[in-house]
């Protein structure tokens, strides 16, 4: 079984653009949580959805949103890109995670510079 | 390599000796933990995952230990081997849904 795709690996950006990254979970996978890995504080939650609903939000700005499409995959966007934005944003994917919560299992990231 | 954190505590252990990661985490609701191994240029991969109803699980070569009373996990790798070289996450959840909260994270270097 393939695992958690994501696209693109490597990405960069200049301020104030915008980026769309795109995940592809584990096939039968319902569940789609999105994070953020830096250098300084660690891997901080974004948010995550559930059948094409946002069931989770993590403490970012407005600036982060996401979606997710019928058939489970999932891209993020970022406005207006500040340099603190840089990092590695990683997907993972859960079978239902719906009454008990289920393993996640990540994809191998996008890394975003921004300049 | 990319760097998954610039000032983690590293533990260093003898090839074939055993290994054990801690990580105290945060939430007494917490009802279910992982840990994941990230090597370099990679995202975190599963280990072994244990809940609340429990104290300890093994795996192959992996053994984690939940202790609820002091909020504290541990991760034990038998006859470590060069491969685990790693940083090493535990990870708990207490919400509905896929919320997990990580800890800092242990990088584990093994010596020849």
């Known amino acids: 079984k393939a695992g958690v795709t994501q696209t693109p690996r490597y990405l960069i950006k200049t301020r104030g653009q915008q980026v769309t990254l795109s995940c592809s979970p584990i096939?039968?996978?319902?569940?789609v949580s999105w994070y953020q890995q830096t250098p300084g504080q660690g891997l901080q939650f974004l948010f995550e959805?559930?059948?094409?609903?946002?069931?989770n939000k993590g403490n970012f700005p407005g600036r982060f949103s996401g979606r997710q499409f019928s058939n489970s995959r999932s891209e993020m966007n970022v406005s207006t890109l500040e340099l603190g934005d840089s990092a590695l944003y990683l997907c993972?994917?859960?079978?239902?995670?719906?009454?008990?919560?289920?393993?996640?299992?990540f994809g191998p990231g996008t890394r975003l510079t921004v300049l | 390599g990319e760097s998954v954190g610039l000032h983690l505590p590293t533990l260093s252990v003898q090839e074939g000796d055993n290994s054990i990661i801690n990580c105290a985490y945060s939430?007494?609701?917490?009802?279910?933990f992982i840990w994941y191994k990230q090597e370099s240029g990679k995202g975190p991969q599963f280990i072994i995952d244990i809940r609340s109803n429990m104290d300890k699980r093994q795996g192959q070569r992996v053994t984690v230990l939940l202790n609820k009373t002091v909020k504290h996990l541990s991760l034990q790798i038998a006859a470590t081997q060069p491969g685990d070289s790693a940083v090493y996450f535990c990870a708990e959840n207490m919400s509905y849904g896929q919320n997990f909260v990580f800890g800092p994270g242990t990088r584990l270097s093994v010596l020849p």
């Open positions: 959805y559930f059948s094409e609903t946002q069931r």
């Open positions: 096939s039968g996978h319902r569940s």
């Open positions: 939430n007494s609701a917490s009802d279910y």
């Open positions: 993972a994917s859960s079978r239902q995670g719906q009454g008990v919560t289920d393993t996640q299992y």
